[in-house]
């Protein structure tokens, strides 16, 4: 018998991942016990949308593979759109932050329109402005 999660099981990880945003990205600050905990909790509430029926270990595979099936990837550029589950997976493991990255504010030099003069002759170099 196939273990392939349905949809309702899918859309429930999400929410549960979506409650934790720490455990979906991998960066979980709590302790193992609280960490087991969630895991056994979400476990009974999968478990009760099935089946299939999954362990605690086989529901972390899942989540793996849901953050690795909306991550990047090779191959050619195609353009899809996501649906509402996948969607929120992608807001939920801050992609658009990873593809796109973060903004913040540029600091450095402003550059301004420098005027070059080069006199053939004498070979020098005139009117470069500076702002500093």
Do not use: C, H
Request: hydrophobic residues 40%; neutral net charge; charged residues 25%.
């Amino acid at each position: 018998m196939a273990k392939t999660t349905n949809k309702t099981q899918l859309e429930l990880l999400v929410q549960l991942m979506d409650s934790q945003p720490g455990i979906a990205r991998g960066f979980f600050k709590g302790g193992k016990e609280e960490l087991a905990k969630f895991w056994r909790s979400a476990e009974i509430k999968l478990n009760s949308a099935g089946p299939p029926m999954k362990t605690v270990a086989e529901w972390k595979k899942v989540a793996q593979n849901v953050r690795a099936r909306t991550g990047t990837g090779g191959g050619p550029n195609t353009e899809k759109t996501f649906t509402a589950t996948e969607e929120a997976i992608y807001k939920l493991i801050s992609m658009k932050e990873s593809v796109e990255g973060i903004v913040v504010p540029k600091f450095g030099l402003q550059a301004e329109q420098a005027e070059l003069t080069i006199d053939s002759d004498e070979m020098d170099v005139q009117g470069i402005i500076l702002n500093t």
